[in-house]
């Protein structure tokens, strides 16, 4: 029997309507159209995910499968890796063309987009696949690339038409017999805690940031408990393609002109630009998810201790504001930057911990996006050999930015108690203290599991002689060769192109 010849869009890291380029242009050619989207057994089980990814990626399905019920049709959703899916469609449509978006992943996605681009080869699938965001795929030097992404930010979204959908009608048993098993109840439970996933959500939180909250941006940004609301917390809505980057930078724009705060405003347009600055270094070099990517530091031994790495993982390291930190990320999936940052600069600094244990924070993170991710890991863990390496003081920054100890008391309630000015070292205490505030230092609540002046002052000697070593500065050129904008200003000076570099590290004292 001759097969029906169909278009198929997958879906991936792209989870919405608006300015979705690879529907945009499936809507223009003329065969049906298949929707697809897989939960990948092997991308689920590798190191960096957690049910709580997946329950975001559930929903946000969800709420384009709402949107699709007036055209009484339905994104087919399997539990099956996705190339086994292809090669079940094919056997029985004939596949034509497979729009999707270009995906920044890990090497899970990378390996299985590189079979699924020879299968495609194989059967004379044409795969049509879409930059993402201001990420350009084999980009030959970074020379004009602040340019290209604005241009890219300004050019018109790709908006799909309301009515003029050609959809596959789908064969229902041959599908249910291929969807694969259903997903875990974690996967497809709400869970209140954590931002919950989805198109509609995203504009959202988008829209009241522009509309009042984001007036404190600037001021909170630092703040573990105030960021929560100060901030657009739209990163997981971007990880996850729930809005496109442009739709993000033109709504913006748009309110730019009414704006109270032009400053705040401006800072945060900034960091949609890292966002993709990151993520472009990542597709530049992805071996970044694994290896130093100076690597020198490949000499730099770090001793496993696996005590110190569970303290850490469990909130239990006798430093209030780490402990703080780490319990609300698990908690919540949340941390502002700053924090993000001083946890792990405590991890590899106090701890002198390798940063590649740090698989964990993928996890912990519901905004996880690997081209952000590994890039910022290595930089914060002093390993670039371009970076000015900040060690951050965990109390400095506990007393500055939780100057009531608010947050502290919100995920610590052994410490509910403790007044202020003494709630960031607990552990000078008196005894008489103790039983005032109804804590015992050493049973309720840990002593540090480090001296934190001590373990910093010995991490800080260690680092600083090494990126003085020739090793770390040959390949520190390299970098800034591959990685940094070499426009001709810039390229005149590398330690001006470092500087800039810096600009990307929140550009703040420790
Ligand atoms: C060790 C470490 C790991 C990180 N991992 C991730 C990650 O997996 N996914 C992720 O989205 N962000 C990551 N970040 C960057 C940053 O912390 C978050 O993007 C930000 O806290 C998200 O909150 P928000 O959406 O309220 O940000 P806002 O401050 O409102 O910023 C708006 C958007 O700009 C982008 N952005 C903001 N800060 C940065 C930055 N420093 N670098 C790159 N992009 C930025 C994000 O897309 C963010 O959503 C990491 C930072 C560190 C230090």
């Given amino acids: ?49 957690d049910v709580r990814h997946w329950r975001f990626v559930h929903q946000s399905l969800q709420d384009m499968q709402d949107k ?189 002109s009414t704006s109270s705060n032009k400053r705040a405003i401006n800072n945060f347009i900034s960091r949609l630009h890292w966002h993709c600055h990151f993520m472009q270094k990542f597709e530049d070099e992805c071996r970044m998810e694994f290896e130093n990517v100076n690597r020198a530091y490949d000499n730099l031994v770090k001793p496993k201790n696996e005590a110190y790495i569970l303290a850490w993982q469990t909130g239990t390291t006798g430093v209030p504001i780490v402990d703080a930190c780490m319990r609300c990320v698990t908690q ?18 106090n701890l002198w911990q390798d940063w590649r244990e740090l698989h964990y924070l993928a996890k912990q993170f519901l905004d996880y996006e690997p081209g952000i991710h590994y890039p910022q890991l290595q930089m914060q863990s002093g390993v670039t050999g371009i970076n000015t390496i900040r060690i951050y003081n965990p109390i400095k920054n506990s007393m500055e930015h939780d100057e009531n100890g608010e947050f502290i008391k919100t995920w610590i309630p052994e410490l509910s108690l403790v007044p202020a000015d003494i709630i960031h070292e607990p552990w000078k205490m008196s005894a008489m203290e103790q039983e005032l505030y109804k804590v015992k230092i050493g049973k309720d609540y840990p002593f540090p599991i480090v001296d934190v002046e001590e373990s910093r002052k010995a991490a800080s000697d260690q680092v600083y002689q090494f990126k003085k070593t020739e090793a770390v500065k040959t390949e520190a050129k390299r970098i800034l060769n591959k990685h940094v904008n070499t426009s001709k200003q810039d390229a005149k000076n590398a330690s001006k192109q470092a500087a800039i570099i810096d600009l990307f590290n929140n550009n703040t004292p420790q």
Avoid at 11 to 26: I, Q, V
């Fill in 1 to 49: 029997m001759l097969k029906q010849d169909i278009a198929i869009v997958w879906l991936k890291r792209d989870l919405r309507f608006t300015d979705h380029e690879p529907l945009f242009n499936a809507q223009k050619q003329q065969l049906p159209i298949l929707l697809i989207y897989c939960f990948e057994p092997s991308v689920m089980h590798y190191d960096d995910s």
């Fill in 68 to 256: 699709l019920k007036d055209h009484k049709v339905q994104i087919a959703v399997f539990h099956q890796e996705a190339l086994f899916v292809f090669e079940k469609i094919q056997k029985k449509y004939n596949i034509a063309t497979i729009f999707s978006h270009q995906e920044i992943g890990n090497l899970v996605t990378y390996n299985r987009d590189l079979a699924v681009k020879d299968f495609c080869t194989q059967h004379n699938i044409v795969w049509k696949e879409y930059q993402s965001n201001g990420v350009i795929r084999k980009l030959k030097s970074r020379r004009d690339w602040e340019k290209r992404w604005k241009l890219k930010m300004k050019e018109p979204p790709k908006m799909v038409g309301e009515s003029n959908w050609r959809f596959l009608d789908i064969d229902k048993v041959w599908y249910e017999n291929l969807k694969g098993e259903p997903l875990n109840i974690e996967i497809t439970k709400p869970h209140k805690s954590f931002q919950m996933g989805g198109e509609t959500m995203a504009w959202k939180y988008l829209s009241s940031f522009l509309k009042d909250r984001y007036v404190n941006y600037s001021k909170h940004i630092s703040k573990p408990a105030l960021s929560r609301k100060g901030c657009s917390r739209i990163s997981p809505y971007l990880s996850y393609g729930n809005i496109s980057m442009r739709m993000v930078y033109q709504y913006t724009m748009q309110h730019y």
């Fill in 332 to 349: 919540t999936g949340y941390l502002n930057f700053r924090m993000r940052a001083m946890v792990v600069s405590f991890f590899v600094f």
